[in-house]
C-alpha cells in the first residue's frame, strides 16, 4: 500500500469533526479565534498613532518603554498566577478532592493570591533584571511610587483572575483561553505605552474606569514630569475595590452554581 | 459527645431530592445510616447514587430535603462536618505531578491532621505505600493509586467515609487488599462506612445493610441475607439484577 492511499480522507474528516463539534459548542473559543488578531491590531494601531507625532518624547524618556512594559507585566503575571493555580486544579480533577474538605473557596482564593505573587515576583523580578543588564534601565528608578503601581496592578490582576475562574468553573476548560487572553482587553484602554489622551474621547471616557489607566498615568507623572501624581494612585485604589469587590461576588456567585449544577468534581471540556 | 448524640445515625436523609433541569436524578430518598456500620448504596449506572453522595459531602446542593451527618445539618453547618468525614470517588483524581507524599501532606494540612508524618507514616506502613511515597502519583499503577487514594481518605480518622466505587478498575488481589484495609479500619475506629458499589460479593463480604436505588429513588433495603432471602435468590448479584430489571419500582421497605 502506498503510503498516499494510507491516508484515509475519512479519517482525516472525523479528526477534524472532532474538533468542529467542540467549536460548535463553545462560544468561548470561537470568541477567542477573533479575540487575539483585534487586541494586537487595536493597541498597534494606537502605538503607531502615537509615534507617528510624538516619537521624540519617547527618545527624550529613556526607559518609559520598558518601565511600562514591565508594569504591564506585572498586571498580566498576577492574573495569569490566580487564574492558572485554579486551572491547575481543574486538570488535575482535584477540585472534588478541595471542596469536599473543610478548605473553604476564600480559602482556596487566599492560597492563589499569594501563589500568584510568589509567581509574578519570579516572572517580572527575571524580566526587571534582563531589562537592566541589556538596556540599562532599572524599574526600581520609579522609587517608592513602584509600589503603589506594583500593588494596584496585582489586585487588579486578582480581580480579572477571580471573574475568568468563575468563568472557567461555569463552562468548563472551554474558557481556558480567558486566562490567557482576558486581560488584553484592557492593553488598548489602560495607556500603557501612550497617554490616554491618545484615544478617541469616547474610549477615554471608558478607559478611565479601568484602575490600569491611573496607575499608567501615574507613571508617566513619575517618569516624565517627575510628580506623583496623587489623585491618579487613589482613582485606582478606588476602582480596584470595586473591581475586586464585584470579582470576589461573581466568583463565589459561580462556585454556589457549580455546587448546584454537580460541576465542582466534573469539569472538562 | 453526648450519649444521645452517639445514638444518633451517622447520616439522616430525609426527603432528598435533586434535580437538573427537567431531569430529576435524586426522587425524595430518605434513609438513616447506623453508626459504626458499613452500608452499601447500590444500583445500576444512572440510579443516582453519585449524586447522593456528593450530597452527602456537600459538593452538590440538594433542590430539597435535608442531610445530617453525626448530627450536623451539612446544610447548614457543612465546613464542620467535613473535618469529620472523607471520601474515595473514582470521578476526582490527586495532581500527578506531586509525590504521593506532598499530596498527603497537601491533604493533611487541609484536614488538620496532628502530628502528620507520624499519621502518614502510618498510613503508609498499613496499606503499603512506603514504597513509592517519592514518586509523582502521576506515575502510579491503577492499584497503587487506588490505595493512596484511600491513604488521603483516611488521614484524618474521619467518622464517617463515603466510598464511591473504591475497588473498580483494580484486580482480584488489589482489590481484596482494599477490601481488607477499609474493614480493618471500620472494625478498628467504629467509623461508619457507606459504599457505592458494583461488586456485588464486595458488597455482600464487608455490608451489614443495604440500600438499593433505581431511578433516583430508594426501592429496597435490607441486610445482605434479608434481601437474598426476600428475593429467594443466592448472592446479591442476582437480587440486584432482578431490582435493576424490574419493570415497575417496588415500594421502599418501611
Known sequence: ?269 | MSGEAATLPAIEVEGLVKRFGRVEAVRGISFAVARGSTTALLGGNGAGKTSTLSMLLGVLRPSAGTVRILGEDVGRHRYRVLARMNFTSPYVDLPKSLTVEENLKVFARLYGVPRLRARIAELAAELEIGDFLKRSYGTLSAGQRTRVSIAKALLNAPDVLLLDEPTASLDPDVGDRVRAQLSGYQRASGATLLIASHNMPEVERMCSAVLMMRAGRIVDRGSPAELIARYGRRTMEEVFLDVARRAEPAEAAA
Not at chain 1, 527624550?60 to 498580566?76: R, T, Y
Not at chain 1, 500593588?151 to 468553573?169: D, H, Q
Open chain 1, 1 to 269: 500500500m502506498s503510503p498516499a492511499a494510507a491516508l484515509s480522507a475519512q479519517r482525516i474528516y472525523a479528526m477534524v469533526l472532532r474538533h468542529l463539534y467542540l467549536l460548535r459548542k463553545s462560544w468561548v473559543r470561537l470568541v477567542e479565534m477573533a479575540y487575539w488578531p483585534t487586541m494586537q491590531m487595536v493597541l498597534w494601531g494606537f502605538i503607531a498613532q502615537f509615534l507617528a507625532t510624538n516619537s521624540s518624547w519617547v527618545a527624550q524618556v529613556p526607559g518609559v518603554l520598558v518601565s511600562a512594559l514591565l508594569l504591564w507585566e506585572i498586571l498580566f503575571r498576577g492574573q495569569l498566577g490566580f487564574s492558572l493555580s485554579f486551572i491547575e486544579e481543574l486538570y488535575a480533577r482535584n477540585l472534588g478532592h478541595l471542596f469536599a474538605s473543610p478548605l473553604r473557596p476564600w480559602e482556596l482564593v487566599a492560597a492563589m493570591i499569594l501563589v500568584s505573587l510568589v509567581r509574578t515576583l519570579i516572572g517580572v523580578g527575571t524580566a526587571a533584571a534582563l531589562a537592566w543588564l541589556l538596556y540599562a534601565t532599572s524599574i526600581f528608578d520609579l522609587g517608592v511610587p513602584l509600589v503603589a503601581f506594583f500593588a494596584n496592578l496585582l489586585v487588579t490582576g486578582w480581580a480579572v483572575g477571580l471573574m475568568v475562574s468563575a468563568l472557567v468553573m461555569r463552562y468548563g476548560l472551554a474558557a481556558e483561553n480567558l486566562a490567557w487572553g482576558a486581560i488584553f482587553v484592557a492593553a488598548p484602554l489602560s495607556g500603557i505605552y501612550y497617554p490616554v489622551c491618545v484615544l478617541p474621547p469616547w474610549l477615554q471616557a471608558v478607559a478611565w474606569w479601568l484602575p490600569t489607566s491611573h496607575v499608567f498615568e501615574g507613571m508617566r507623572g513619575v517618569l516624565i514630569d517627575r510628580a506623583f501624581l496623587w489623585h491618579e494612585l487613589w482613582n485606582a485604589v478606588a476602582l480596584n475595590a470595586v473591581y475586586v469587590t464585584v470579582g470576589a461576588g461573581v466568583f463565589l456567585a459561580s462556585f454556589e452554581g457549580a455546587r448546584k449544577r454537580g460541576k465542582l468534581v466534573q469539569i472538562g471540556e
